[in-house]
């Protein structure tokens, strides 16, 4: 009890947003109310003290990722479902993420039906905890940044404590992804066979990483997410921009 009480003072401690940081909104809302899709991949650079612990840990820009519903209704506000530190697995309007910077990142491939189970499977852990096991881990960071190797940081963010009721936004999409066996960033090995003509190929087999060892910018990198950006997606002419001093 005393335990989870220390928790959740601690993640209201760290969801508090810090002046001055976050490089603010790279497009306007109009476009992008236009170009988000269902099943896209919204991530978020946040500036609350969680946040830089994040952005430090995975040396990236992005400390947050939610899965977009689309809208129910045509010119309405896109849903989607993300896991807070304080409320836990909930729905959320895209004007919950204010001012912030945010990225839009695609699933490629994926019919209909597939996006409605990855949508599904995170709507069926709405109400579900935030693994504040992960923030007692996260919060001494903030004290004092340890000096470890990068590949040491991602183990790092897998010390949660691993249950079935408790997420954290990026393991939780990291599952939904995995329910219909889509990549996201994949141990890739290579198999070296000999071909009956003597010559030597090269097969890949993907690897299926754990969903505890993937943070946000997991999705940037990915080669099977694309990067929509929505003034491109909108017809971008730079002949139009008008420039000061000219």
Same mark, same amino acid.
């Given at each position: 009890?005393?335990?989870?009480?220390?928790?959740?003072?601690?993640?209201?401690?760290?969801?508090?947003?810090?002046?001055?940081?976050?490089?603010?909104?790279?497009?306007?809302?109009?476009?992008?109310?236009?170009?988000?899709? #269902?099943?896209?991949?919204? %991530?978020?650079? @946040?500036?609350?003290?969680? +946040?830089?612990?994040?952005?430090? !840990?995975? &040396?990236?820009?992005?400390?947050?990722?939610?899965?977009?519903?689309?809208?129910?209704?045509?010119?309405?506000?896109?849903?989607?479902?993300?896991?807070?530190?304080?409320?836990?697995?909930?729905?959320?309007?895209?004007?919950?993420?204010?001012?912030?910077?945010?990225?839009?990142?695609?699933?490629?491939?994926?019919?209909?039906?597939?996006?409605?189970?990855?949508?599904?499977?995170?709507?069926?852990?709405?109400?579900?905890?935030?693994?504040?096991?992960?923030?007692?881990?996260?919060?001494?960071?903030?004290?004092?940044?340890?000096?470890?190797?990068?590949?040491?940081? #991602?183990?790092?963010?897998? %010390?949660?404590? @691993?249950?079935?009721?408790? +997420?954290?936004?990026?393991?939780? !999409?990291? &599952?939904?992804?995995?329910?219909?066996?889509?990549?996201?960033?994949?141990?890739?090995?290579?198999?070296?066979?000999?071909?009956?003509?003597?010559?030597?190929?090269?097969?890949?087999?993907?690897?299926?990483?754990?969903?505890?060892?993937?943070?946000?910018?997991?999705?940037?990198?990915?080669?099977?997410?694309?990067?929509?950006?929505?003034?491109?997606?909108?017809?971008?002419?730079?002949?139009?921009?008008?420039?000061?001093?000219?």
């Amino acid at each position: 009890m005393a335990l989870g009480m220390l928790g959740r003072m601690l993640a209201r401690h760290l969801a508090a947003p810090r002046e001055g940081y976050g490089h603010g909104p790279s497009s306007r809302p109009q476009l992008l109310l236009a170009t988000l899709r #269902r099943g896209d991949v919204l %991530l978020v650079e @946040g500036t609350s003290r969680f +946040a830089s612990a994040i952005k430090y !840990l995975t &040396q990236s820009t992005w400390s947050h990722a939610a899965l977009c519903l689309g809208t129910e209704t045509d010119g309405g506000e896109p849903m989607f479902v993300d896991a807070d530190i304080n409320e836990g697995v909930r729905t959320v309007p895209l004007s919950g993420f204010g001012d912030l910077h945010v990225r839009i990142c695609r699933p490629v491939g994926l019919s209909p039906a597939e996006i409605e189970r990855v949508a599904g499977f995170m709507l069926a852990r709405l109400g579900d905890s935030y693994d504040l096991k992960n923030v007692l881990d996260l919060a001494r960071y903030l004290l004092r940044y340890p000096p470890v190797p990068d590949p040491m940081k #991602r183990r790092m963010l897998a %010390l949660g404590s @691993g249950e079935p009721t408790r +997420a954290i936004c990026s393991t939780l !999409l990291a &599952q939904a992804f995995d329910s219909v066996r889509y990549p996201i960033l994949p141990e890739i090995e290579l198999l070296d066979t000999a071909t009956p003509a003597g010559r030597r190929s090269y097969e890949e087999i993907l690897h299926i990483r754990h969903y505890s060892l993937y943070v946000p910018r997991d999705f940037d990198v990915s080669p099977f997410f694309q990067v929509v950006k929505p003034r491109i997606e909108a017809g971008f002419d730079f002949r139009r921009l008008r420039w000061s001093g000219r």
